[in-house]
């Protein structure tokens, strides 16, 4: 990230070592190095916008532009390319500015599928027409990219004949829910009215796709441990096969890892999971996926969004701010990623992963060199009207971010 500053360095330097080597009276040579200094300062004060301005991109960030966002909001699926350089997700202007309140759909709830020899796919949760829990399999669509230079698609949710999920549970007894790709268990931690006094309960299902329509075959109930009413914003990164939960410390946030296979053992004895990040403020929702954190906070006149990655320690992160005429979210947004063999059968309709993999090593290369062209790119200066002519999406900014117990932001 840092080269181009280094090269506007060095032609600064060796444009003063020519002008000195022009300039030999005395007089002249103060005049010169005073041109050399405010030359010299020029390149840093350019290289060091250059880098933390407005034409870093995602695609640089993750080193791939092998991704795609996957987001839900107002009953709509939206799916979306990496952006272009200096400039945030279409999510950001799509979730900002729409918000659903008429159920079913602006309760619903996303988790995406990875399934082997299967497409990815949108699990949706969401009430039946009587309250109880159903789902819903819903394809993701292809982005093409529009005349905003944006690839963005947004799709109606579709919930027609969902399949139901256990024997009438209340969709408003819903606390969270958790799917494991790997074993394609479903979770549901919701208030238990089985007894008088509260108590949490964990429904376990597992997610049969053998048939057309997916079905949910019931595994076993367990009580959820007190401990747990203090976590809260559960989501799962089906990469790395960790949950992820916060707890909240006066004005911050702590962000906690559980592995799949020891979800039953923290729920059921509330023993804690292995902090990864501490926010110093307070976040209203996030999501981790790939060691990619994308969260978000709010207040009465912004939203701003925050993309960290868990593995870059002191690095930089990305953030996204936007004025917004709603205090928060609507509760059912949602945001998460696809990468790289995933990206590759979405794109290709492919389902063997295999096979997509044998296509993104033979494009390692091809990779490499489209880096190096965003590289380039990005020394060219885009006008701001030519950019936003659809999308009117902010600029991205950097800001520093230590992944540990001291993260500075």
Known sequence: MWTTALQLFSFSLLACFFLLANYEETQKIA???LLCTLLMIAAVYGSVKYVMGAHYSFAEYFETDQFLFIGLSNCHLTVERSPPPGNCPYHVIYQTSTYETSPPCSLAKLHVLLADKELPQALILAPSFDGY???????????????????????L???????????????????FTLFDNDSRLLYLVLNSTSSQ????????????LSKTQISFLY???????????????WSEDP???????GVKQDEELGLYSVPFNELLSVLS????????????????????????????MSSSSRIVYFTLHLKKK???????????????????????????????????????????????????LKTFVLILVIRIRRRKKTSMDETFARAESPHIHTYPAFVAETSDF
């Open 314 to 364: 002191n690095s930089n992160g990305i953030v996204c701010e936007l004025p917004s005429k709603k205090s928060k979210l609507s509760s059912s947004v949602s945001l998460s990623l696809l990468f790289d063999s995933h990206y590759c059968a979405l794109r290709n309709k492919e389902t063997s992963l295999e096979n997509c993999s044998l296509v993104l090593s033979n494009m390692a």
């Open 31 to 33: 005049t010169v190095m």
């Open 219 to 233: 595994i076993g109930q367990m009580p959820v441990h007190p401990e747990n009413d203090f976590r809260v914003l």
């Open 197 to 208: 006094r509260r108590s949490v309960s964990c429904y376990i299902f597992y997610a049969d």
């Open 239 to 245: 990469y790395e096969r960790k949950f992820y939960y």
């Open 157 to 175: 949710i579709d919930l027609k004949d969902p399949s139901p999920v256990g024997s009438k549970i209340d969709y408003q007894d819903l606390l």
């Open 133 to 155: 829990v159903v789902a819903k399999l819903n394809h993701l669509h292809w982005p093409e990219e529009g005349a905003s230079q944006f690839a963005f698609r947004s799709t």
């Open 269 to 296: 004895t509330g023993s804690p999971g292995t902090l990864e990040l501490l926010f110093h403020d307070d976040r209203a929702y996030f999501s981790v996926t790939h060691d990619v954190v994308l969260s978000y």
